[in-house]
């Protein structure tokens, strides 16, 4: 697997199309991290890490849909940067998604935060996903 976050917005978006209510992920640090961000901002509602004999582990994550509506809390996951084409941001210039409705997940010299934690530290980095 060449792009492993890509990877894991891509099980989550069919996890969503498909109305599952519970999504199994690979673990590695930066998915720990999204995965927590997600949580915090709402766009999911809880996760559990799980060790696995080869060590690596999964991420179980609990989508949040609408009791009325049933849709899903994340209209969109998509994927900024990638390995052939890494986006850079510097804290002045790091992007606004649906005008400040939405958030990019940034990963920056003091870990992985979004857009607003980003201006506000000041700090810039690779923009790793935008989701509204």
């Not at 891509?10 to 991290?33: C, F, G, M």
């Not at 997600?38 to 509602?45: C, V």
């Not at 060790?51 to 989508?63: C, D, F, R, S, V």
């Not at 509506?69 to 900024?80: C, H, M, P, V, Y």
Request: aromatic residues 6%; contains cysteine; proline residues 4%.
């Amino acid at each position: 697997m060449t792009d492993p976050i890509a990877d894991y917005l891509t099980r989550l978006r069919n996890a969503i199309k498909a109305n599952h209510r519970v999504v199994d992920v690979p673990a590695s640090n930066i998915k720990k991290e999204i995965t927590k961000i997600l949580f915090d901002k709402g766009y999911i509602l809880n996760y559990k890490f799980e060790e696995t004999e080869n060590h690596q582990g999964n991420i179980k994550i609990a989508l949040k849909y609408n009791p009325v509506t049933k849709q899903s809390a994340i209209k969109k996951l998509e994927r900024t940067s990638r390995p052939g084409l890494r986006k850079y941001s510097g804290s002045d210039s790091l992007p606004r998604v649906l005008n400040g409705l939405g958030m990019a997940i940034i990963s920056t010299s003091q870990g992985i935060m979004t857009d607003k934690e980003a201006r506000k530290n000041n700090v810039g980095g690779e923009v790793l996903c935008k989701v509204y």
